[in-house]
Each structure stands twice: as C-alpha cells, then as structure tokens.
C-alpha cells in the first residue's frame, strides 16, 4: 500500500512500498479485531459449546446430588455462550467503526496513496514491456486482493448488523436464518484470506521482497 520503485537487483522486489500512519495504524487494528472475532467463534463452537458441555453440567451437579434435564443444563451452558457472541457483536461494531475509518482514510489520502491510484498503477505495470511481467502480475494480483478483502468486510459488517437490530428492521424469523447462513459462510472466505495472505507474506518476505513485515510497522522507510 503506497509509492513503488523498481529495482534492479535480482534479488530484491521489482515493488517497495511505504506506508502512511493512518494505513500502518488501520491495519494493525483490524488484524487484531478479526483475530478477536475469529477466537469468540472458535471458543463459541468448541470449548464453550452449550450443548457439549450439557453432560459435564449434569455430571457436576450429579456428584453433589443434584439432577437436572437437558434443558435445564442447557440454560446453564448457555450463558457462557452468549457471554462470548456478545462480546462477538462489540467486536462486530468495532469492525464496522474500522471500516468507515478506511474509507475516510481512503479519502483523506494523497493522490498516489489512494487505493484506486495504486490499482491504476498496477494495471499499467502489468502491460509496461520491460518490467517482469510475472511480478508485475503478481503485484496486480496483490492489489485487487486488497480490493476484496475491503467488499468481503463490507459484506459481513452488513450482514452482521442485519442480524444485530434484525428485530428492530422487522426482519421476518426465515429473513434472520437466512442473513445468519449468509454471515456464516462468510467466515469461511475471512479465514481463506486470512490463510493465503499470510502464507503470501511470508513467502515473499523471505523471498525477493525482504521487509513487508517491517514495512507495515516502520513505514517502509
């Protein structure tokens, strides 16, 4: 994200980058608040699963002589699970803040900062002769991620508000299952994302482009 140079030595990236306060700043929010979403979904659907734990409930409560029905058991494990999917929806809410704050960086930016600049500058890149052509590809590649990895977080933040104020909207209860589905599968291309993009991190930060780690926390500079 940010200015590029060529180099010309072989072993460097053909693309260094910079990256402004506001940018280093945005991501590094962000990364965190996924990781915090993903890990209450996690929690939510293993440890603290309430129907799972529905036999160690009774269990404990049976050794002090006390027995109680699946339901009733239940109504126990199920706190703690809603504790975890309120703490989900905060979560959800600093996403959203997260992403209004992106576009009003993307606005506020310079001109070459700009993320429509910097896919401008890919495209014409990748059809410039004498550049190599291969990771002149790749760094367009790269770019339009960007651009779906910022619809797909659009794309769970509305769905995860419908969800959130769905009975204020008057959302019919086969609306809500519908929208919970769509949210759902949604997770699945975050962490597809969340996958290649660190596996293409360290890839080429261990290859040809040494420093985008550093890049993000310094500036590239």
Same mark, same amino acid.
């Given at each position: 994200?940010?200015?590029?140079?060529?180099?010309?030595n072989?072993?460097?990236?053909?693309?260094?980058?910079?990256?402004s306060?506001?940018?280093?700043?945005?991501?590094?929010?962000?990364f965190?608040?996924?990781?915090f979403?993903?890990?209450?979904?996690?929690?939510?659907s293993?440890?603290?699963?309430?129907r799972?734990?529905?036999?160690?409930?009774q269990?404990?409560?049976?050794?002090?002589?006390?027995?109680?029905?699946?339901?009733?058991?239940?109504?126990?494990?199920?706190i *703690?699970?809603?504790?975890?999917?309120?703490?989900?929806?905060?979560?959800?809410?600093?996403?959203s *803040?997260?992403?209004?704050?992106?576009?009003?960086?993307?606005?506020t930016?310079?001109?070459?900062?700009?993320?429509?600049?910097?896919?401008k500058?890919?495209?014409?890149?990748?059809?410039?002769?004498?550049?190599?052509?291969?990771?002149?590809?790749?760094?367009?590649?790269?770019?339009?991620?960007?651009?779906?990895?910022?619809?797909?977080?659009?794309?769970?933040?509305?769905?995860?508000?419908?969800?959130?104020?769905?009975?204020?909207?008057?959302?019919?209860?086969d609306?809500n299952?519908?929208?919970?589905?769509?949210?759902? *599968?949604?997770?699945?291309?975050?962490?597809?994302?969340i996958? *290649?993009?660190?596996s293409?991190?360290?890839?080429a930060?261990?290859g040809?482009?040494?420093?985008?780690?550093?890049?993000?926390?310094n500036?590239?500079?």
């Amino acid at each position: 994200m940010g200015q590029t140079q060529s180099q010309t030595n072989g072993n460097q990236s053909l693309f260094l980058q910079t990256h402004s306060v506001a940018i280093r700043l945005w991501h590094w929010l962000t990364f965190l608040v996924i990781s915090f979403i993903v890990l209450t979904v996690l929690l939510a659907s293993t440890l603290f699963s309430p129907r799972q734990n529905i036999p160690e409930v009774q269990n404990k409560l049976a050794g002090k002589g006390i027995v109680i029905d699946n339901n009733q058991a239940f109504s126990v494990t199920h706190i *703690f699970d809603d504790k975890l999917w309120d703490l989900h929806k905060l979560l959800g809410y600093g996403l959203s *803040f997260l992403l209004l704050a992106r576009i009003g960086i993307e606005l506020t930016q310079p001109t070459d900062e700009k993320l429509k600049s910097k896919l401008k500058n890919a495209l014409n890149l990748s059809k410039q002769n004498g550049w190599n052509k291969k990771e002149a590809k790749h760094y367009l590649i790269v770019k339009f991620s960007y651009t779906l990895f910022y619809l797909l977080i659009l794309y769970m933040v509305l769905s995860g508000l419908s969800l959130a104020f769905g009975r204020d909207l008057g959302l019919s209860r086969d609306t809500n299952h519908l929208i919970k589905e769509i949210h759902g *599968f949604g997770q699945y291309l975050i962490y597809a994302f969340i996958f *290649f993009h660190l596996s293409g991190v360290i890839l080429a930060d261990i290859g040809k482009s040494r420093g985008i780690v550093s890049g993000m926390i310094n500036g590239g500079k």
